[in-house]
């Protein structure tokens, strides 16, 4: 259950209360795709890094290892040993992503597996038991995400044939939450706004689907190629018309300036894998802007990454430390970098949180928009 706690022009403050706890609004969902962070993360180090909320993706741990074996080991929260809430992507955005060969048909969707190649049918059905098996706290319903820019036709149709399937997903859903053998009676269902980059068909979808009074619902289909002002003029054209007292998810996004954008937007929720994935290659958000410790000038830097920041890295290693160690190959320096960006967009998340409680968003919002995207 969502409760509004205050707003400040569009902006949201909230709680999100589940049956592993709640969540306070707006968050940022630490990605772990197939049941851990990429960079060597578990979810006991999450604890340690302020995460509220993991995201794991139904597609990936359906095809490794098997959704079935991850319900005989009690679902996903036992599997992984994280007590919080997760949320698991419906496995839409990669059958669309990654599959070379798909067919999309009224049903579903067949295609081939991109680790071995076998033949997978995935419809919303499918989707829906999937998530089941796994026990996640949300499941996300099973949508068709197409590329940016899409023929209007198209988007059109799509977004049409998503309304379909999102009524397929309710239903099962409903009579999976029925059976007394499920794992988790209590899972929650979000819903997917689509329509591409054209505001009139993203306005229908969302009135379409509000109508469902669903737990939950998130834009989708954004944050694929077209321009951030594209993607900040859908998130305003379709805000109004979401329900004031349902939790919105903004999937797969991004910077830090594009949080503060959909925040100020009316957005609670967000996710994005490139805060880890950047760090892999050691690119560093700070509150002054991002660094890059693959530069020379940081070789001798006695400095921590960002001075004050409380991280498990930052309160022990240096900057000429963690360069040395991915220059010398090791894994650690992953590790390091994965643990304090993810660290600094949970705290993000909490100054975000904090300025709204006090009433300075739009003093937060101009101070930081442009500065944290910024490269040093």
Known sequence: MYTLLKTEGAARRGEFKTIYGTVQTPAFMNVATCGAIKGALSSYDLRDISCQVELCNTYHLHVRPGDELVREMGGLNRFIGWDGPILTDSG?????????LRKIKEEGVSFSSHVDGRRIFMGPEESMRIQSNLASTIAMAFDECVANPAPYDYAK?????????????KDEMERLNSL????NRKQLLFGINQGSTYEELRVENMIEIAKLDLDGYAIGGLAVGEPKQ?????????????????????????????????VSRGVDLFDCVMPSRNARHGHLFT???????????YERDENPIEPGCDCPTCTKHSRSYIRHLFKA?????MRLCVTHNLYFYNMLMQRIRDALDRGEFEQFKTAYVDLLDTRI
């Open 230 to 262: 594209d993607m900040y003029r859908i998130i305003s054209a379709v805000e109004p018309h979401m329900p004031k007292n349902k939790i919105r998810y903004l999937m797969g996004v991004g910077t830090p300036g594009n949080i503060i954008e959909g």
């Open 329 to 333: 190959g090791e894994m650690l320096a």
């Open 180 to 183: 007394p053998d499920t794992l």
């Open 287 to 297: 509150m002054n802007g991002i660094i890059n410790l693959n530069n020379a000038k």
């Open 92 to 100: 839409g955005f990669q059958v669309f992503s990654l599959a070379k």
């Open 157 to 169: 149709a799509s977004a049409e044939r998503t309304v379909r399937w999102l009524c397929r997903c």
